[in-house]
């Protein structure tokens, strides 16, 4: 016998190419309702054009099918494809990145669904509806669109197997039955993976550099305006769970960027030299341990209460007691801190001083000669403090949301003309005034407040708590954090913004307070409790968070080498389990081995049990010969049984003759 393949002759005639097997009706259906549901997740995120162009070609696919058209010609889908990536182009200005890559997925799968005939089509287009699913992923990770996304995986399943068996006669839902039935037995599978497969700081891949853009938070940059608009946002910044008290309002100052340098108009940070071990400050009083759960900005700084005295991992600190992370967050990040509300800081180095006392070489002119008289009344830096802070007391100036526009020289347009503003304008012209009566001051951004959610026993930090006050440099006390927005509206530190703004009604929803709608707040919060345990137990299951869960456990420090063994064992052992189950539920919900089985039984129960490796025949010899009366019967059952079991069909009329046999057998 020969085992290498004859070579083809050049001069024989070509074999004629086998046909590719169609696509049924029940298998194009499936298939265009998962691609639907796909697509419909990310109707927000594509133009409207796209969108429905994607319905126009799915319903004219479900057209064809319907009334057995023609499919369309090639040169009409190329023209469609060439149109839609033009259209993608236009809109996007590129081919690649989030937004274009989505968009371009969409059009061309849209394509494909025309030119859908065979098996593999079919394939092809349900392995590009999971890439529409997952693509989801980079825009939202919430818990409606994830469970969204896997009602989504379901039929997309129900699709593939309505393709790979689309000649088993299935019923209708028996594809989605079965597709439910593999989820269900996947989960624990996937709970495993989840748990002990190893987490590595940072991601696998890089992502687009616009898979995280539109995402709110705090600038490392202050202008007038910058932060009352991001005060309309009731997004949330991030959570905080405290391990004891909560601290008063007058000690939640969440520290974020710190700007020194000014232009006249705007408020920068400038590079700083960080530090791996937190700047030494002298603390005064109790400590105040709490765990953050920091939502994605895009940014690499963290926050913390004045003044953090711990680094979470991977991260460092600024000397201007700025936490920094070694890459931006763009995922939903739990660290756990430590911070002192009472403090001193050290001394004021000689770069610090001059930073601290930089402003233009002109403009201003008005507010540099009411700094310039109030030194020369009283040159003590605390005196000057509170001369800014009186002012801004007894003066008519007014806390809004919505104030006049400035003009070039914004310090004096403010202190003289409009004097309405937001936190950024009374922390803009407080440092401007300490700066030019010779007090070292600088202007720290961050967050002030929370909402207490008192069902779930945690703090929530909202964008519309964003804030900004100043530290100014006082000999014997070094940094002192002043808010001259609290001498204005000292309702907005007590009690939050909604307090403190005459009109509230323009603020979001969930930043108001009382009314008729409070029972709908109070249901939005109790929302919010799920949200927050998604966040810490999923999201932000990153390697410092499984290293505590499995310590925690009991199993103590763990390394990769480990969690890698333990999931192995245990996949392994799950993977025997239920493939023994299968084996032994296939034998008993066999009928002809459940029939087999009750004719063994009886036989036992009366001493003659069948051997282990004994077979039908010659258990039915022996039976013939210890029992003679009951001879006739056994061969009968024992020759049917083994035609069945070991036949080339088993036909369901001898299936039933044996389970009638074995029903009225009597030893």
Known sequence: MKFWKRRRSP???????????????????????????????HAQELPAWLAALFA?????????????????????????????????????????????????????????????????????????????VMSNLLFSQDIPRVAYLLAVIVVMLAAQVSIHRQHAGLAALASLRLAGRMVLLAIPVMLILFVLFPRIPGPLWGLPKDAFQGRTGLSDQMAPGTISELSRSDAVAFRVRFEGAVPPPSQLYWRGPVLWDFDGRRW?????????????????????????????????????????ARLPPRAIMTPSFQLLRDQPVNEVYRYEMRSYPAYRTGELTAMERARGLQL???????????????????????????????????????YTLTPPLLGTETVDDFLFRTRQGFCEHYANAFVFLMRAAGVPARVVTGYQGGEMNTLGGYLIVRQSDAHAWAEVWLA????????????????????????ALPDPEALPFLVRRGGDSEWLRQLVLSWDILN????????????????????????????????????????????????????????????????????????????????????????????????????????????????????????????????????????
């Not at 004629?16 to 639907?36: D, I, Y």
């Not at 071990?277 to 700084?301: M, R």
């Not at 014997?476 to 307090?499: C, I, K, S």
């Open 11 to 41: 001069h024989a005639p070509p074999s004629p190419k086998r046909p590719e097997e169609p696509l049924t009706r029940p298998a194009l259906t499936w298939l265009l309702a998962a691609l639907a549901l796909a697509v419909a997740s």
């Open 56 to 132: 126009v070609l799915v319903g004219w696919r479900w057209l064809i099918i319907l009334r057995d058209w023609a499919m369309p010609p090639r040169w009409l889908l190329l023209i469609v494809a060439v149109l839609a990536g033009a259209g993608v182009v236009i809109d996007y200005r590129t081919l690649f990145g989030r937004d274009a890559g989505v968009a371009l997925l969409t059009a061309m799968t849209a394509c494909k669904l025309l030119e859908s005939r065979g098996l593999r089509d079919g394939i092809v287009l349900v392995f590009l509806g999971y890439l529409l």
């Open 268 to 308: 920068t940070r400038p590079e700083e030299t960080p530090v791996n071990t937190p700047v030494p400050f002298t603390p005064q009083g109790a400590a105040v341990d709490y765990a953050v759960v920091l939502e994605p900005s895009n940014k690499n700084w963290l926050f913390a209460l004045d003044l953090p």
């Open 360 to 398: 233009p070489a002109r403009g201003n002119t008005r507010a540099r000669a009411l700094a310039a008289d109030w030194r020369q009344r009283d040159p003590r830096p605390e005196a000057l403090v509170n001369a800014a802070l009186t002012l801004f007391r007894e003066q008519p100036f007014y």
């Open 476 to 499: 014997g006390r070094g940094w002192v954090r002043v808010d001259p927005t609290g001498a204005v509206a000292p309702n907005r530190v007590r009690e939050g913004l909604y307090a």
């Open 532 to 667: 927050n345990a998604w966040n810490e137990w999923v999201l932000a299951y990153g390697p410092d968070r499984q290293r505590e869960f499995l310590s925690g456990l009991g199993f103590g420090p763990v390394d990769w080498g480990e969690m890698t063994v333990a999931m192995i064992v245990i996949l392994s052992g799950l993977g025997l389990a239920y493939f023994g189950w299968r084996w032994r539920s296939r034998q008993i919900r066999d009928p002809v081995a459940r029939a087999w089985q009750r004719f063994c039984v009886r036989l036992a129960r009366r001493g003659l049990a069948r051997g282990p490796a004994e077979g039908p025949l010659a258990f039915a010899e022996r039976v013939a010969t210890s029992r003679p009366e009951l001879a006739t019967p056994a061969w009968e059952i024992a020759r049917l049984y083994a035609a069945l079991r070991y036949g080339p069909v088993a036909p369901p009329a001898d299936v039933r003759q044996l389970q009638r046999l074995t029903w009225r057998f009597r030893a």
